[in-house]
């Protein structure tokens, strides 16, 4: 989804040394296919090995680079010294990548990571955009800076958090984060064992938690501020969500190239997408905090993807939650703006007519209000959005 619908390169991990331990993440088969993929489409690969490897992981270490350089991977995203100075020796034709865990804010850092290897830099979320400038002027201009725009931010200084560790055992260095930031929090007295009491009147503060970044209104402003690499924080996310937002970075980018301001309709597919209240993040300034709860606002739900499409519309899809005849969806091409209209038949395989698609991953066809390409998506928009 992220190649079909704009990105100019994907990030992703293998079953080791990655900063997201829950996903299924890709084993060594599977990476080679991806980055296959990725070359014949024009696209790069950037694989993280961003962790903070422990002594007895050392030893694993340079079989995984040696296999990412064998594989094609464009980059490693890395983020321990130790590990650069290995990617050099085992991995030699991949970029340096330095992750943002690494926390650079100033161009001294930079410069040094320059002289290591690293021709790009992701600088760390804490920054404003006066300070990325201020980094652009002092470094060499083949180093590459590149800066998150969108998604989930950490409550702690470029995901340095032990947090997690603290209350679960589960270390987030090692990509296990139990994300403790977004837990509901009561106060106990001290004599009063068992009581539990809301911190605030309207149902509880949630004391550590944080609002979802969100530029895609801003381009221009972090373009001019020297940074030539725009990156979604992406992973773990829903195909659908890999698409919308990828999908309307890719035109709003396009739009901030000719000094244009990201079309309306762009701006408001980042409110389709599960996503926690926006912020700019650091960029302008201080974000706050946000006291209220952690849950995910969406306005909609995605009912079938499509799989092939013929020169009249008429396609084939796989359902993904269930819709009827004479409901009003939506079609989001890679290639248009969203377009809505009526579902008016839905048939099954076979040529037989279905007043629903009720079963998940069932084929249909239907008739749809342009030429879709694969991966297309039918959504539905729930009742709250307009």
Not at 166 to 172: A, E, K, M, P
Not at 193 to 210: C, H, K, R, S, V
Not at 324 to 352: A, H, K, M, N, T
Request: net charge negative.
């Amino acid at each position: 989804m992220a190649l079909c619908y704009g990105a100019d390169a994907v990030y992703l991990a293998g079953k080791a040394f990655g900063m997201r331990s829950a996903a299924a993440n890709f084993d060594d088969e599977q990476l080679r296919r991806a980055v296959g993929l990725a070359h014949s489409m024009g696209k790069k690969v950037y694989v993280t090995c961003n962790t903070l490897p422990r002594e007895d992981e050392l030893n694993r270490l340079p079989a995984f680079l040696e296999l990412l350089q064998d594989a094609g991977a464009d980059a490693v995203i890395v983020t321990d010294l130790g590990v650069i100075a290995l990617a050099k020796r085992f991995a030699p034709n991949v970029a340096l990548h330095v992750s943002t865990q690494l926390g650079v804010v100033n161009s001294a850092s930079a410069n040094v990571l320059h002289a290591m290897g690293a021709d790009t830099v992701v600088l760390a979320r804490e920054l404003s955009l006066e300070e990325i400038r201020k980094i652009r002027a002092n470094t060499p201009a083949e180093l590459k800076l590149e800066a998150f725009v969108h998604g989930a931010m950490c409550v702690s200084f470029s995901g340095r958090c032990v947090l997690s560790n603290y209350l679960t055992g589960r270390d987030g260095s090692r990509g296990e984060c139990a994300q403790p930031c977004r837990w509901k929090y009561h106060l106990v007295e001290e004599k009063r064992p068992g009581q539990y009491f809301e911190i605030t009147e309207d149902g509880g503060t949630f004391i550590l938690n944080a609002r979802d970044l969100n530029m895609i209104e801003h381009l221009q402003d972090l373009a001019d501020a020297g940074i030539t690499g725009f990156k979604i924080e992406g992973r773990t996310k829903s195909a659908y969500y890999t698409a919308a937002v990828t999908n309307a970075y890719r035109h709003a980018l396009d739009a901030a190239a000719e000094r244009e301001p990201a079309p309306a309709v762009w701006v408001r597919e980042t409110e389709l997408v599960s996503h926690r209240p926006y912020c700019t993040g650091f960029y302008y300034g201080d974000p706050g905090q946000y006291p209220d709860e952690a849950r995910y606002i969406s306005g909609a739900d995605v009912v079938a993807v499509v799989e092939s499409c013929d020169d009249d519309g008429y396609a084939e899809l796989t359902q993904r939650n269930r819709f009827s005849v004479g409901e009003e969806l939506e079609l989001l091409c890679p290639d248009g703006e969203p377009q809505r209209f009526f579902c008016d038949s839905i048939e099954d395989e076979e040529g037989g007519s279905l007043l629903e698609a009720p079963h998940p991953m069932m084929r249909v066809n239907m008739d749809l209000p342009r030429v879709a390409p694969r991966l297309s998506i039918v959504r539905r928009r729930r009742k709250t959005d307009t």
